[in-house]
DNA sequence: CGCCAGGGCCATA
DNA sequence: TATGGCCATGGC
């Protein structure tokens, strides 16, 4: 079995770096990361084309609710990630929109009080904490399960178990090593798992070849 | 055509 | 704690 630091080095030396989030300012990150909830990227980022001309907190905040939602259709549940952007815009808005005024914060926290706003889950959470907060954690999305899964890991049932657990054997507080983890597992998701479930040309394919779909 | 994607909330038991 | 329904578009 392979250690996670291993599969980790593994796949960088496969993929390479892959320098995420795709996304130019905080809060398009903050955006993206609401629109991509049980999305396909594809269709979140059409909806985010749809907003690039208003992509401040400031004129997202005074954008009534249903043009919002309008605008952000193609990512779907448009209706209820519109409410959830302005939800996160009341939280933003105490502090005056400055990224800057939040990020000293201690990492729990703060996750604390992300995870307080309507709308925001555990992933959406740390997807924020990382990307936009430089705050080290590991994203324990639906990617993560499913290739650790196929690897031959016992993965724990809940979100944040899955987590800490991979924290602790990983111990390292090194921000980019988990900003790269969660950009490469996305990406051999994305690129074998699906089209190639035994992942042909990558080292990890004899760890891919054993293991059951989930 | 049917399936499902980088979730999260809520109601129920 | 743990399922199940719900939200919805677009690509394959």
């Not at 001309?53 to 905040?61: G, S």
């Not at 904490?129 to 196929?150: P, Q």
């Not at 988990?178 to 479930?197: F, I, Q, R, T, W």
Request: charged share 25%.
């Amino acid at each position: 079995m392979l250690t996670f630091k291993e599969v980790y080095d593994n796949l960088y030396c496969y993929y390479g770096p892959q320098g995420w989030w795709p996304a130019d300012t905080p809060i398009e990150m903050i955006v993206g990361s609401i629109l991509v909830q049980h999305t396909n990227w594809r269709n979140a980022e059409k909806a985010l084309q749809n907003i690039k001309d208003v992509l401040t907190a400031e004129a997202l905040d005074n954008m009534p609710l249903e043009e919002l939602a309008y605008r952000i259709r193609p990512s779907g549940f448009y209706n209820i990630k519109a409410k959830r952007i302005k939800t996160f815009l009341d939280w933003f808005k105490k502090y005056q929109f400055q990224i800057e005024k939040i990020r000293h914060f201690d990492r729990d926290k703060l996750r604390k009080e992300l995870l307080s706003i309507q709308g925001v889950g555990h992933e959406t959470a740390d997807v924020i904490l990382l990307y936009v907060f430089d705050k080290s954690i590991f994203i324990a999305d639906a990617y993560a399960r499913r290739i650790f899964h196929r690897f031959g890991y016992n993965i724990p049932k809940g979100y944040d178990a899955f987590r800490i657990d991979v924290e602790e054997a990983l111990s390292s507080s090194d921000m980019d090593l988990y900003n790269e983890y969660h950009a490469l597992l996305v990406e051999h998701g994305k690129v074998h798992c699906k089209s190639d479930p035994i992942c042909t040309g990558c080292p990890l394919s004899t760890y891919c070849r054993r293991l059951i779909h989930s």
